[in-house]
């Protein structure tokens, strides 16, 4: 019985753990996300394109994050654990970041897919015109995924508990 409880417990705790980095990733990256959309807003407005897509960054953000849990549960990124914290930062940063450009080939054809196009014509589209946009995309999404990753893994390290009052309390006055 007491087996069955602290098993429950165990759950519930992973549940909450997990729940919160789901959390404080989606809002990071919700953030950048509309920055940049913010930012490509204002650069097309001067050229007079209308473009309005910025509650679309939310769900981008929700789907990225679980992108990157993905990744994580896949021990995506955990090849060089036993180097620096900025080498292991870099390389799972870049590896989530190669992760989330699969998704992005995944979803541009699920698209295609939807408007009834072929697969196959989807894909040369990705590779014709899409390219650019992609591997901007994934370039800026590697950039912005260092920082995060830095504060992740330095969580790992020193403790998520002790790090988050590092970041969010005050510092007791001398």
């Not at 990124?77 to 292991?88: A, C, H, Q, S």
Request: aromatic share 12%.
């Amino acid at each position: 019985m007491n087996s069955s409880s602290e098993k429950l417990t165990k759950i519930k705790n992973n549940f909450v753990t997990e729940t919160k980095k789901l959390v404080v990733i989606t809002a990071y990256i919700m953030l950048v996300m509309l920055g940049l959309r913010i930012y490509k807003i204002m650069i097309l407005e001067e050229y007079q394109i209308s473009y309005f897509h910025v509650g679309f960054s939310f769900f981008e953000a929700m789907i990225l994050s679980k992108v990157i849990m993905l990744g994580e549960f896949l021990k995506l990124g955990e090849r060089f654990n036993d180097r620096p914290l900025i080498v292991k930062t870099v390389y799972k940063s870049f590896c989530m970041s190669l992760l989330a450009l699969l998704f992005s080939i995944v979803e541009y054809s699920i698209e295609g897919l939807i408007a009834s196009r072929s697969l196959f014509g989807v894909l040369i589209e990705i590779a014709l015109k899409g390219k650019g946009e992609m591997l901007a995309q994934t370039l800026v999404i590697f950039i912005n995924f260092i920082p995060l990753f830095a504060i992740w893994e330095t969580g790992k390290v020193m403790g998520n508990d002790q790090l988050f009052q590092l970041l969010f309390t005050r510092p007791d006055k001398a």
